[in-house]
């Protein structure tokens, strides 16, 4: 049998920067204005500094501005609200991303309303959500791992319209949105989530699965109907003694077995991972140019 084609999301976030290089040079010397994203960091948790570090290296190879604030753990929600607030007073940031989780202390919900929906690069304001699921309405941002899984799926000319897709996990910033977006691509889509009865009989039957769910190797080859196209989201750390950290990562799909079956799979690392920058990037560049009607 034959193997799945990799689904190189490595490359092609590659291909995505360089084309986001290219239109912020552009908008610079047509209208001087260069995108500008701000990012609020609030405690000392070391993977949420990894992923800011990263978020910034990411806006300086592409020439997009970054502003970074970092709280403290006991700040107050008042404190993280006033910098948010700043933030959509200022003409040079275009786009405001809250790092997520937020100390136990503090109320999600409120912060995340609080940020202006033009600069919602995140796409997780209420009304962003709202309106990815309504018919007929526009969101102005999607939020960045589920559209860097469709660019996936559209740069590899993956037919999505007509579809049976199956979404695993219904969290509010991967799985919930995914499922959307796959709706709104025109496939019938469906859930699966941790109360969902015969798991492998629904995945069988899917042309398209998305995996969020955070559990090592939870996909098994015999729940894949052969030729599918596997998108694996899933981002965890197992023991390996024999890697340079003591650990290695892999996704929620055990890609041994699911190669053997798919016709298409993402890769953990170098999949959905590296499309999640990039699609933060897209929607800061967009949301510069909404902002100054640049086309
Ligand atoms: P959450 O923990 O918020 O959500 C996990 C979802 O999986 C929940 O909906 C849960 O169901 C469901 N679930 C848990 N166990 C099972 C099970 N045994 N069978 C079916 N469904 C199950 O995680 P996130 O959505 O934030 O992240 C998911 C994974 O994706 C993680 O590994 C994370 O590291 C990774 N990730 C990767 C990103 C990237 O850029 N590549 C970005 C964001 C996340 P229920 O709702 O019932 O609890």
């Known amino acids: 049998a034959s193997l799945a084609k990799v689904i190189d999301g490595k490359a092609v976030a590659k291909t ?38 990263n978020k910034k290296k990411a806006c300086d190879s592409v020439g997009i501005k970054s502003f970074e604030v970092c709280l403290s753990e006991d700040s107050s929600e008042e404190e993280v609200l006033k910098s948010v607030s700043s933030f959509n007073d200022d003409p040079s940031v275009h786009g405001i991303l809250v790092q997520l989780p937020l100390p136990s202390h503090m109320v999600e919900q409120n912060i995340l309303n609080a940020v202006s929906i033009e ?19 526009e969101p102005l941002f999607v939020p960045c791992t589920p559209k860097g899984c469709i ?26 949105p995914a499922a959307l977006l796959l709706q709104r691509e025109d496939a ?10 015969n ?20 996909v098994r080859g015999s729940w894949i109907k052969p030729g599918a196209v596997l998108i694996d989201v899933g981002i965890n750390p197992v023991e390996d003694l024999s890697a340079p950290r003591g650990y290695r990562l892999v996704g929620d799909i055990c890609y041994e077995e699911a190669c053997k079956v798919a016709s298409a799979i993402t ?29």
């Open 16 to 53: 995505i920067r360089d084309e986001i290089t290219i239109e912020v040079t552009r908008m610079k010397e047509s209208i001087g204005v260069v995108p500008g994203l701000a990012v609020i960091l609030v405690g000392d948790r070391k993977d949420s500094a990894t992923y800011v570090r």
């Open 119 to 137: 600069k919602d690069v995140d796409g997780f304001h209420p009304l962003n959500i709202g309106r990815l699921a309504m018919r007929g309405r």
């Open 151 to 176: 660019e996936l799926l559209r740069r590899y000319n993956v037919e999505i319209k007509g579809k049976r897709a199956v979404v695993i996990g219904r969290s509010n910033i991967v799985g919930m």
């Open 188 to 197: 019938t889509v469906t859930i699966i989530h941790s109360r969902t009865k």
């Open 267 to 295: 890769p953990v690392p170098g999949g959905v991972g590296p499309m999640t920058i990039a699609m933060l990037l897209s929607n800061t560049l967009t949301s510069a140019k909404r902002i100054h009607n640049f086309e």
């Open 199 to 218: 798991t492998e009989e629904i995945t069988r039957e899917a042309d398209i699965i998305i995996s969020a769910v955070g559990q090592p190797n939870m």
